[in-house]
Each structure stands twice: as C-alpha cells, then as structure tokens.
C-alpha cells in the first residue's frame, strides 16, 4: 500500500486497528470473554497483505468498532482516563514497529510466515488452534526477538497455557500488522501527539457511518 493520498479515515481505522488488537490480548491474559468478531477481524488483518483499500484489511468499518471506541478513549479527554496499560504497549509495539522495518531479515521471515498461514487458512478457520499456533509462531520467530519485548500483563497460571499463549502472541502480530498499516498510511509518531482530535474526530465519524448503516 503505497503512502499517497491516505487520509485522516484510513490513519483511524489502522490505529484503531492496533489499539483493537491489544485490547483483545489483554482480554486473553485475563480470561475475559472475547468479542469473535473482533477477534476474527484482527487476526484475518494478518492474512489480509494485498488489500487495495484500509477498510478491506479489517472486512468492513464495523469490525473494528472496538478499536474506533477505544481511540476515542485514549485521545481524547473525557470522562474516561485513558487505559495506561494499553498506552505501554501502544508505545513498545510502535517503537519495535520502527526497528521491524529496518530489519530485512526478519520482514522476509514475516513474509513467508504469513504466505503459510494463508495458504493453512484455506482449510483451517483463523481462530482454529492450528491457525493461531502457526501466527505465534511467525510472531515468535519475528517480533519476539526485537527488544524490548512486550510484556503482557495477565493471569500467571493462563499466560503459561499454550493455547492462551498462542492466542496472546497471535494478537500481538495483527497489532503490529495494524502498526505497519499505520505507518503506509502516513502515521507517526509526531503525527500522533499534533492530530490526535483530528483521529478522535475520523473515528468519531466512522462510529456514526457505522451506526447509520446498521
């Protein structure tokens, strides 16, 4: 996805994007109940590498309603303080963001991962324990040996089950597709703290579209 003429919409889907993911893997760690949709729309994001449009990444604007809702959480100052957990992971996940891209290597190890799991997905559902070991597993081999590593926050006792552990790490890698996806779309970091109401503003709007349409 080339860097041209990318908007305010297509920088709040990507983050929300990010931020949707995250939440999602703190959900995990905990052992709260998990919104599928959500879930599936994340992980297909993984799979989704030559979408012609931001919103074909994620399926459709409602799939990424949790992360539009969350956006406006954490850039904007209302009532509801911003989750500073998901604010450390949002800041580690976009400073490695930045050291995976220099590294050649390991976007070709990504690459071929993800060809995998595509062709895997052809028989398997995304959220089959299959799909989301094989998604741990790129993540493992890709991002998890960047520093510094994320550390998530959840239950001991969970985080050591391979299930929870694969699901955790597979949301970590549509998180940091989202972050990729951010930055084609001409994020940044700078771009961050100077336009954070014109992205609450785009998610916002999103959010209405979205309820009209439904």
């Not at 879930?39 to 409602?62: E, H, M, P, R």
């Not at 549509?174 to 084609?184: E, H, I, N, P």
């Amino acid at each position: 996805m080339s860097h041209t003429n990318h908007t305010d919409t297509d920088r709040a889907l990507a983050f929300a994007g990010i931020l949707q993911a995250l939440h999602l893997v703190q959900q995990t760690a905990r052992g709260k109940p998990v919104d599928l949709d959500a879930l599936q729309a994340s992980l297909n994001s993984v799979l989704k590498i030559d979408a012609a449009v931001v919103t074909d990444v994620y399926g459709d604007v409602s799939k990424v309603r949790t992360g539009l809702r969350l956006l406006q959480r954490q850039l904007m100052n209302h009532a509801q303080k911003p989750d500073a957990e998901l604010s450390r992971y949002l800041v580690v996940l976009l400073h490695l963001e930045r050291k995976l891209s220099k590294r050649a290597d390991l976007l070709d190890t990504l690459g071929e991962g993800i060809r995998r799991a595509q062709e895997q997905n052809a028989h398997y559902a995304i959220d089959h324990p299959n799909l989301l070991a094989r998604l741990a597993d790129i993540y493992a081999h890709t991002v998890s040996t960047l520093k510094p590593r994320i550390m998530v926050n959840g239950e001991p006792a969970r985080l050591t089950d391979t299930a929870v552990a694969n699901q955790v790490r597979a949301l970590l890698l549509a998180a940091m597709r989202s972050a990729v996806l951010w930055r084609q779309c001409g994020g940044t970091r700078l771009g961050l703290l100077l336009g954070r109401r014109k992205l609450a503003e785009a998610a916002t709007t999103l959010l209405k579209h979205d309820v009209k349409l439904h």
